[in-house]
């Protein structure tokens, strides 16, 4: 019997890691057009070069808050949707993309039907005006007190600015035959020529001046040899300076060619050309095209997601262990929180690659890295123990945490430019690394002791043995996070001597962290001390979950000091409920122990003529 259940769950593990890697054997062709290698191309945007895929990816997030887009028969792809934008805009402004939720929002627009939250740009298009008005007055607001409708406007007018120019990167909207005007310019443009004398209308000029204005990204690469990113242009800028000087750049006919196959509906036409520009670019560009291509990759089997859905079953897993099967479903649920890992590992390990820095460069790689190091540590907690505890607690982190990485990557890019208080490889590697470090262990802490409560107050299944393990977990995590905050905020110290000329500024981050260490240190000496026993010991470390979630997150929306990000006001919501729901975690953890299903009370001594009779 244990055999086959053992075969059962090794099957689980199996399917797990056929899913992560399933994307890679699906092909992208849509209507015959090779849009899968047409994602790989690639382009600068932010300040870094990334393959089309990512920009198409990164700005149906932006816009509808998916990477897909659902249409009658079945789902477009972000990169599908994104040629449509670019090369078919008539079409693609018939796609019900920009979400309205909000009443007030949907009246500015004329409409009235709480039913109807999806729209297209041909929807609002008659409402473009009003919409950037609006959109002006609520951004002269501070961000801390606009209402709800003025967030709304102002995400509208953004996600509406952003098709705009998508729309308007390779060639005007609307355009029929770009490749037909590109070849008109060749035909009468000479290097002699000048603007004034070379046959192009005014129309055509100012046509021009709007895409190098209006474009999105930067297609057009720098001329061979250069590989300065620096030296990307503009459709728009390209096509112009070719007028003035006479030497057109040979992507320049490739994006343009591509963009009438497309739009004439022409595949074999589309994939020849893209044959031909992948070819020429890998030739004189190969580091991009390769970077290019993993990353491609990578948006293709998303890993993090996988490992967000994985770590989830695992919790599952592990939980049922304390139910039934335990060491079948505890095996397994180890076994599987290892490949989680790796595939966890593995994302890290490519966003460093990709980025060129180490694992820690802003909000969203903090919680990644930060899921990364609980779960590791919950590893060895489960290497040791064997008890499902470091299974159960680390896949509950790395959940979560994972899943607020999806929610912060809807903001774009997660591998943007670098901010200025963090553009230095070596403190990353040190500070910020040893931080992050801190704040995972201190949540491990955490996490463990909502274990101890949550067991011990809900079900009878916390026995004395398992609830003295849960102890010494938490007190030798504790241990490790007051040592890695510590050192890090020294770190942080040192950096900011070097950087701002001086060690310490009671800016909030700094405040934050220092919050860290001192109450690490208080948990400790109240320990020490005996001032708290076993269960205070975990009344103390769930507190810890709200001081760390408030110095990761909470000082980054004070909107002051050289640490903030700006003001959340859909993240602020949650993070309060957190820290309530943190507090209620603590009060039942300070209810008498009579009042637990599990029974931790230590048996009472006989009083002492019970004991006299006993022995007579």
């Keep these: 019997m244990r055999k086959s259940r053992s075969w059962i769950l090794w099957l689980i593990v199996g399917l797990t890691i056929v899913s992560v890697l399933a994307p890679l054997a699906q092909h992208d062709e849509r209507d015959g057009f090779e849009m899968q290698k047409f994602g790989r191309l690639p382009v600068l945007l932010n300040g870094r070069i990334k393959p089309l895929d990512t920009v198409a990816r990164t700005s149906l997030l932006i816009i509808q808050g998916k990477q897909t887009l659902t249409i009658e028969h079945g789902e477009m792809t972000a990169i599908d949707w994104l040629a449509e934008v670019m090369f078919k805009a008539s079409e693609a402004d018939r796609r019900k993309i920009f979400v309205i939720r909000s009443p007030e929002t949907q009246a500015a627009i004329g409409r009235n039907d709480p039913a109807e939250k999806y729209f297209s740009f ?14 002006d007055l609520a951004q002269k607001v501070e961000a801390q007190v606009r209402s709800p409708f003025q967030r709304d406007i102002i995400k509208l007018f953004e996600r509406l600015t952003l098709y705009h120019r998508l729309q308007n990167t390779l060639e005007v909207a609307g355009t029929e035959n770009f490749k037909a005007q590109i070849d008109d310019l060749l035909k009468n443009i000479h ?17 021009l001046g709007f895409l190098a204005e209006t474009g999105y990204f930067f297609p057009i690469p720098p001329v061979p040899p250069n590989d300065d990113p620096l030296q990307w242009r503009k459709m728009g800028e390209s096509v112009l300076q070719f007028i003035t000087a006479g030497d057109l750049h040979p992507a320049v006919s490739a994006w343009a060619t591509m963009a009438s ?7 074999a036409g589309f994939n020849a050309e893209l044959d031909r520009y992948s070819d020429w670019v890998r030739e004189h560009f190969p580091n991009r095209v390769h970077k290019a291509g993993v990353e491609s990759v990578f948006n293709q089997l998303e890993p993090f997601y996988s490992a967000m859905i994985i770590y989830l079953l695992i919790f599952i897993l592990a939980c049922g262990s304390w139910l039934a099967w335990p060491q079948s479903l505890g095996r397994c649920a180890y076994v599987l929180l290892v490949v989680t890992f790796v595939i966890h590992t593995a994302g890290l390990i490519t966003r460093m690659y990709l980025e060129g820095r180490p694992p820690v460069t802003n909000l969203y790689s903090s919680a990644v890295f930060i899921g990364w190091g609980a779960v590791l540590l919950g590893i060895l907690l489960e290497r040791f123990f064997r008890n499902g505890i470091g299974s159960a607690t680390a896949s509950a982190i790395g959940f979560l945490t994972l899943l607020i990485a999806h929610h912060l990557s809807l903001d774009g890019d997660t591998m943007e430019m670098m901010r200025a208080v963090l553009d230095t490889n070596a403190w990353l590697a040190t500070h910020v690394v040893m931080v992050t470090l801190g704040y995972a262990s201190t949540f491990l802490a955490g996490f463990l002791a909502l274990t101890y409560i949550v067991r011990g107050a809900f079900t009878p299944s916390l026995d004395r043995a398992t609830a003295n393990s849960l102890a010494r977990m938490v007190y030798g995590i504790v241990c490790f996070a007051t040592l890695f905050s510590f050192v890090g905020t020294i770190l942080g110290g040192i950096w900011a001597d070097q950087s701002w000329g001086r060690f310490w500024g009671w800016d909030p981050k700094e405040n934050g962290a220092a919050l860290i260490v001192l109450w690490n240190a208080i948990i400790l000496h109240a320990r020490w001390g005996g001032l708290v026993r076993q269960r205070g010991l975990m009344v103390l470390a769930v507190f810890g979950n709200v001081v760390t979630s408030w110095s990761w997150f ?12 700006g003001f959340m006001d859909s993240a602020f919501p949650w ?3 957190f820290a309530l729901s943190q507090i209620l975690f603590m009060l039942i953890g300070m209810l008498p122990l009579h009042t637990w299903r599990s029974q931790l009370e230590a048996p009472r001594a006989p009083p002492v003529r019970e004991m006299t009779k006993v022995s007579a």
């Design 191 to 207: 290097p002699s020529q000048v603007p004034m004398n070379s046959g192009i209308t005014a129309e055509a000029l100012q046509s």
């Design 575 to 577: 993070l309060i409920g």
């Design 261 to 267: 196959a497309y739009a004439a509906n022409d595949p």
């Design 122 to 135: 041909l929807d609002l298009s008659s409402h473009l005006q009003e919409i950037e008005q609006q959109a």
């Design 554 to 565: 909470g000082v980054n929306m004070l909107g002051i000091g050289l640490h903030s990000y």
